[in-house]
């Protein structure tokens, strides 16, 4: 396999890397802007910090997948199926308790989950 040409990246898969990076990066200044102003109410500070801190990973591991899918990296594809999981089981959980937009989120993760399994874009990671 080494020297092979693995061809042009599909259309979608660009889509989704720009969309991923830019959501990366907006999560980030979402996480540097919670924490920072959590830290400016007395009492909030611990909670600020720690939501800070989970939307500046989320947002980095969005950069990493819009990365890595730009490039056709393996692990990305392997990353992006454990995310799109997770954010199913997270829509499902959020459906139990009663919140209508969860029908929107699992209904979007589903899509995703199933497109980036499509053979097409699988070869495009190698896997």
């Known amino acids: 396999m080494a020297g092979m040409s693995k061809g042009n990246r599909p259309i979608g898969i660009s889509a989704l890397a720009i969309l991923e990076i830019l959501g990366g990066v907006l999560a980030i200044i979402a996480g540097l802007f919670v924490a920072g102003l959590a830290n400016s109410i007395p009492g909030l500070s611990g909670l600020g910090s720690i939501l800070g801190i989970v939307f500046i990973i989320s947002g980095l591991f969005a950069f990493a997948v819009g990365y890595g899918f730009w ?10 199926i454990i995310i799109y999981a997770l954010g199913m089981i997270s829509s499902l959980a959020g459906i ?10 699992l209904i979007i993760e589903a899509i995703l989950l199933y497109y980036i399994t499509r053979p097409g874009v699988k070869s ?3 896997v």
């Open 71 to 80: 490039t056709g990296a393996k692990w990305s594809w392997w990353l992006a």
């Open 96 to 105: 139990v308790v009663g919140s209508v937009f969860s029908v929107i989120g």
């Open 124 to 126: 495009w990671f190698n």
